[in-house]
């Protein structure tokens, strides 16, 4: 089998390479977005927790 | 009925992440050998239909995507209902971050099988039961996803999606015997059934090791996005302060 006769898939090109093509955006999309969010979680968290310590230090301060 | 303490403990959310950290990577790559040799032999092994062409080729991701669709959606009310039942923090934080990934996976399915019905059947949709009864699995979970999203209380939201996907497994058994209780176009069972798979061994190769692949594929996926939402849902204890500060997240 030649590449072209591979991608050519005997007249179905369209209807096969579509169905691999989006289900590997989707699956690669599903995938990948957690590895965002997980950080995105972190550095909001890293803030919080050092908003709430300053917060400490000037309450000890005051007292 | 309750459960022995070591569940407890090892179910606890911190020990959950842990161990879940430990074992993505493995997934990761038994997922990505299983894909390529299942690829491999889907495109380059197994031998054009006699009746399809080349066509069939894309039942190596159609079948396996349905089959995660139901796989993921029996996970999701089981988790679920466990939650419900014991009340295992972790077991409803599987539901709630296997919803996208099940919705994915329907969608995927519905949407290729349409790209193989078109040439094949001459149509993209019709109404008939196997492809309706898809389609409802798929607002099922998008129903799921809205619901949760909808009600801010974790518990609360967590008791309410368990509810609605135990409802929902009811739609499972149809979707399956679909094929069998109506006249469709869509063809029956060639492989899930109590008889001799009806497929030749070329071809049921590459479609195992596909569906294995997506079985370990969704068991990354879900972990990875296990683990962030662990972090969002446990910021008020300690264990997770510490992973956070001192960046070994």
Known sequence: MSISE??????????????????????????????????SIIKELRMKYRQQERQQEREQQET | ??????????????????????????????????????????????????????SYRIMFIHVPAAWMS???????????????????????????VSAPIGAAFTFLALVTGSLWGKPMWGTWWVWDARLTSELILLFLYLGFIALQASIEDPRNAARAGAVLAIVGVVNIPIIHYSVEWWSTLHQGATVTKLDKPSIHISMLIPLLLMAVSFKLYYAASVLMRARGEILRREQNSRWVKEIVTEDVA
């Open chain 1, 6 to 39: 591979f991608f050519y898939m005997g007249g179905y090109a369209l209807y096969v390479w579509s169905s691999y093509g989006l289900s590997l955006v989707v699956l690669a999309w599903i995938f990948i977005s957690p590895i965002y969010t997980k950080k």
């Open chain 2, 1 to 54: 009925m309750k459960l022995p303490a070591i569940v407890h403990k090892y179910s606890s959310p911190k020990n959950f992440y842990t161990m879940s950290g430990k074992m993505v990577p493995w997934f990761v790559w038994a997922f990505l050998l299983t894909l390529f040799a299942g690829l491999y032999y889907g495109f380059f092994e197994a031998p054009p239909d006699y009746q399809q062409g080349e």
């Open chain 2, 70 to 96: 139901m796989f993921i959606y029996m996970i999701m009310a089981t988790a679920g209902a466990i939650g419900l039942i014991w009340r295992i923090k972790t077991a409803d934080l599987m539901a709630s």
